[in-house]
Every structure is written in C-alpha cells, then in structure tokens.
C-alpha cells in the first residue's frame, strides 16, 4: 500500500426521520439556508427543515435557485447575501450542485478577492465558513467531502477547488429524502459514484491493494443492484439506503487512501462536456468512461478481467467493458455523444477545453491529440 | 439499513518513514509519553520519536510499563504524574494497551473522582488531553477509534469506556514499525481483528447490509492472506501495510454503521478469561469465538454458509467454522482452555465473572447457564 493521509471529520446522521434534527446541530446560529428548486416545497423537505430550524432556534436567510452544474455568478451572490446577512454557517439542503455552492460560498466569505481565484490556484483557502447538510439527492459524495466544484460561464471552465475547512461538519443522509428523485437523476448518480469509485481502481499506481479492491467492487456491485431496484421501486428504502450510504462512501477519500498516484481523467473530460454543453454530470461520465476503457483496454487487460468477474460475473476484458456499457444503457444513461446532441466534429473543440483541466489536475499523458482520439470511442 | 451515527475524526498518517514526522503534529505542546516495555528501544522506535519530538520543541516527561491488558493502578500512577508535569497532550507509543492507557488517562486527567467510575458509568466523559498515536502493533484499532479498556485488579474487571472526545487527534501508523513484533502477538492480532469484524457480522440486527458484509469480508480475507505472509517472512511490507490498515478499519465504527443492535458476546467472555487469568487479548478470542459460533451455529446457519463461502471458499455452516478453528489453530492460536492452561471446573467461576459485563453491555440472553453451555464448546 502506498502512503497516505486519511481524514475526514464529517459527521453522518443516517437514518428515516433524521431530517426533522437538523436544527438540533445549527442551535443559536444564523445560517444561509441554500437549495435549489421549489422540489423540496413538493416533496415536503422544505417544511421539515424550516420546522426544525425553529424548533431549535436557529435564524437564516434563504437563498434558492442552484442550478446543476452550479456556476460562479451564484456563487458571487451567495456570499454578498451572506456578508450582509452577518451569517454564521451555512445549510445546503439538496445534492451534490447546492453542498458545492454551499462549499464555495463558505470559501469564499472570509476572502477579500474573487472566490475564483481558488478554483484557479491563485489563492489558498484558509478560512471557511462551517456547512451543513441535508442531502436530497445521491451521487457526489460532496456530503462527506472536502471538494467542491464549480462552472465559470465567462470562461467556460469547469474547476475544482478542496480544502480541510470544507468538510461539512454534519450532513443528514435520510434515504426518504430521494423517494422523489426523478429516474433520470437517478440514474445520473448511480453513474456518478461508479465513475468515482472506478477512476481510483483504474488508475491507481499501485499493485497490491486488496482492501481498496474489495470496497470498490463491493460499493459497486451495491450501486448497480439498488439502482435497478429503485428504478422499478422509487419508494424501496433499503434500496434508497444502501445506495445512499455507497455514494457517500464511493468518494468520501476511503477507497483510494493507500492506491498511490491516481487521476481523474474520466472526470476531465466529462466537465468539458458540462462545460460546453450543460450536459449533466451524470450523463457527461457514462459516454466518456465506456470509451476511456476501450481506449486504455490494452494496458488495462488485467485489471478488466478481475472487475468483470467480481462485479458482472464476466469473463474477459472487453465483455466487462460492455457489460458497464450496457448497464449505463439499461439505466436511461447515454453512451454516445450524439445521444445528448453533440456532433462528432465538435471532438477537437471539447478536447481543447479539456486539456486545460488535464493541465491543472497534472494528467500529462492527456494531450489534445489523446483526449480526441478517446472521444472517437464515443462517437 | 439501520439508522445510525458515524463519526471519526481521527487523521491517519499512514507510511514507511512516518514515525519521524510525530513530532510535527505535537508542535510546542508538552506530553505524557506512555509507552510499553523497551522493545521500543531495542528496535529503534524510541530514537525516531525522540528525535522528532526534540526536532519540533516539543517538550515531554516519559512513563514506561504499561503491560497487556494495562490496569487501573498504571492508570492512576500515570494520571498523576501528568498532573504533576501538567502535560497538555498524551503521545501513546505503542498497541492497544498503551493507547488504551492513554485514552484512561486522558479522561481522567480532568476528573475530580476516581476514574474508575467513568468505567462502571458512575461518571460520563466531558473533557479528555488531545491524544497522538504511533502504533507499533496492530490488533484492537484503538488508534482509531473512541474506546478503551481496562482491567480494574481489585475487582477482577476487564471493563470498558467510550467517549467522542477519546478518538486520537493524529494516529501514525508505519508498517515497519511491526516488523519486530513476534509471532504470538501477530497472530492474537490477527485474532483481534477478525474477532471485532465478525462480531458485528453475526450479530447484527438487520437483514439487508450488502456494504457491510461485502467489507468485512474484504477485511477478514485480508487479515487472513496477510497474517500468513507475515508469519513466514515478518519484514513483507505490503503484507504489513495491509494487515494494519485492515486492522484498524475493522473497528472504526465503519462496518458496522447501519447493521442495527449488534453485540460484543465473544469479547464479554474473553474479557473474564484475561481478568481472571491474565490471558492475552487474542488468545482469549480464538478459544471462545469458535464455541460461540458452535453453539449459535443453528440460528447463523446462512449467514455461517454465506461467511465459509466469501472467507474460504467452503460450502456448508459447520464447514465455515471448521475453516474458522483451523485458521487459528494454523496461526498458532488456542482453540481450547485447556491450550492456556485453564481447567474445565473453572467454567463455573468464569461464567459467574462474564455475566457482569454482559449486564453493563446489555447482552440480556447471556446469563450465567448459557455462558457455561458456550465455554463447554471449548474445554
């Protein structure tokens, strides 16, 4: 196993009910309450946040309107609120969108230039505010991370920023929280954490690393069984439980601690898509990681083999490939660039925006010329 | 899956060459440090620490001589001299007896009456010194986790405590650090750290917990295939550096977030046999958890079949805890009470110390008659 630092100071709260406690952690504070659209009136969450916010006199000033792929301009706005309102924390109650704006908000508080300048390298985060979380929505693991990550819509960039301060202190993980969400978002997160928990175990350096191996292929195999169930079943609380609790730990830092030097490359390049196109999150990995496989499928014929059989039951390298394509298939994930509308000649414009990600992230191998020719695999 | 909290915010350093760096995290604070015998001098560990302690001003007044199974009379020796020296910090050097020692004094070290009575829950934990870690033997996880136990000699208690504020702040482990331990305490180790992942396993409440199970069972085959390896050739790094991270992740609380009410039955009866006996930890494991499971065999009859199958491949429950008795039996492990010396007339009395703990852990089904049946599973 290769060195490592594992820490992670957020506190889970899991459970049916948990929501009607939040107030019980925020007690005496102000807090920005952050969310995105008017589904939590639907649904009911809005109602029980607020009723415990009071119950437990805790005072706030709402902000609502985070969009998935959240973007700077928000961001900017946010944090005015927040300096006007004097707050004292901030409550994100959604998904993975409204805890990265919440994280970047937080960031962004006690700094005197733009927030930007730490998605960009400019400045370090030395001060955040605390955040805390009611999740409505599984797939980033933002809740139980120190990550955050945002759109500039000036610049078209779509970057990360990660800091010890941006743990959320408590995140409140009640699987009823998700009986509403949509199959299309669903789907989109169980995309999501698979591709979190599948970039380690692909691009790990090092060799022998049994634990990490046998979480992964646990934490996916959960993924994808509980995703087929609450696609047929939106109310099956194990299946709502059991996926929760994977998302979160499929990128809470658990699996990769000790794989030595890994990337992210599926990850740059889906953030393109986001970026240049609004593609979901969700839906930018599943037509990039078929294709990332088949390209690396050489190097990667090992390693295939063991996931294929610990994971479909399959023999070979390829048949696993296909198998993790046809899963996203059978989930309503798209495959293919044409099936979100983006034609094969933008290749070269998505791979130019890409390779400055790959700069950022230190992904040398991942030149113009190599990020085109995975996207041809998704053409 | 069950409700539940998790929380760990313990930071793990993890590596070779680690230990030089325990200085860093202890910067301009004074420490009591708490160590075992001189095993740590004879293998260079001592000098490390030292060496860092000094290198980053860190001022500290030494006590040696914590014993396995530490006890009360060390505890209340050290917490004095830490009042006297009035340390700010403890730095255990050493494996669960020490850390468990540190974290006794760390909660009495503010506390007004005997510190005892934190273990007979006469008192509850509200302040404890930060605690700092550099394992040199893996087994109990107590250097990430908020336990401790002692053994109380005057009353013949092995007796436990559990406070948030008891979680080590930084914990080192370094794999080299083991290279030294002998066979016999790798292998209670290894006993320790299967013990506390199926105990859990077996016990728990809830039906549907496919994360859990498929954890602990990545783990126990990793403590397994590991201890192997580390019995033929000590100095085997990755084997090392794999059985300790898996150690220390089989009781952090993370596999058994969500299984529901679980108990610790094997160690309520292990306990008896180190406060009566003095046997080690380990030993007192491998004798009584093969005949818990002897005797439960017809109720955990699945999940038996289920674990033979995931851990050794065998088909069939009593086949898994045949598999199960012959592991420890290979590694060297007591399997008997006769193997430790102890005669099958003192069930009686053992059975009569153990129903004590299981009052306090409110283990309702053990009362002293079904204590005697389980321990006739092993004379």
């Not at 807090?31 to 706030?60: A, E, M, P, R, W």
């Not at 069984?225 to 609450?230: C, M």
């Amino acid at each position: 196993m290769r060195q490592f630092v594992f820490y992670n100071p957020t506190q889970i709260v899991f459970g049916e009910g948990k929501t009607s406690d939040i107030g019980r952690y925020l007690k005496g504070q102000k807090c920005l309450f952050l969310y995105g659209s008017t589904s939590i009136k639907q649904n009911g969450i809005y109602d029980k946040v607020i009723d415990s916010l009071k119950n437990h006199d805790v005072t706030f000033v709402e902000k609502s309107g985070v969009k998935p792929n959240p973007v700077l301009s928000f961001v900017h706005e946010a944090i005015d609120l927040a300096r006007k309102e004097q707050v004292d924390c901030i409550l994100a109650v959604g998904g993975g969108s409204v805890i990265d704006t919440a994280k970047a908000v937080a960031a962004g508080f006690y700094y005197r230039g733009d927030v930007w300048d730490f998605f960009v390298d400019k400045a370090r985060i030395t001060k955040a505010l605390p955040i805390y979380v009611v999740l409505t929505l599984s797939a980033t693991a933002s809740e139980m991370n120190s990550g955050a990550v945002i759109t500039n819509e000036a610049t078209k960039q779509k970057f990360n920023i990660r800091s010890e301060g941006l743990f959320p202190k408590t995140s409140i993980l009640d699987p009823t929280n998700t009986y509403t969400v949509p199959k299309k978002q669903a789907a989109n997160g169980s995309v999501d954490a698979i591709v979190h928990l599948l970039e380690g175990y692909f691009t790990g350096k090092y060799p022998n690393t049994p634990i990490q191996d046998g979480f992964v292929e646990t934490l996916v195999r959960t993924v994808i069984a509980t995703t087929k169930k609450i696609l047929e079943n939106p109310t099956d609380y194990d299946a709502r439980a059991n996926f929760m609790w994977s998302a979160t730990l499929a990128f809470n830092g658990l699996t990769t601690a000790g794989v030595g030097d890994y990337g992210f490359p599926n990850h740059m390049m889906g953030h393109s898509l986001s970026a240049l196109y609004n593609v979901d999150h969700g839906a930018s990995l599943s037509i990039v990681f078929p294709a990332w496989l088949k390209h690396n499928e050489p190097t990667l014929s090992d390693r295939l083999t063991r996931f294929g059989k610990e994971v479909f039951g399959k023999t070979g390298a390829k048949e696993a490939i296909a198998a993790m394509e046809e899963y996203f298939h059978a989930i309503g994930a798209p495959v293919r660039l044409s099936e979100v509308n983006i034609d094969k000649g933008e290749i070269k414009k998505i791979a130019e925006n890409a390779v400055s990600l790959a700069k950022k992230w230190g992904l040398k191998n991942y030149t113009e010329d190599v990020i085109a020719k995975i996207l041809e695999f998704a053409a």
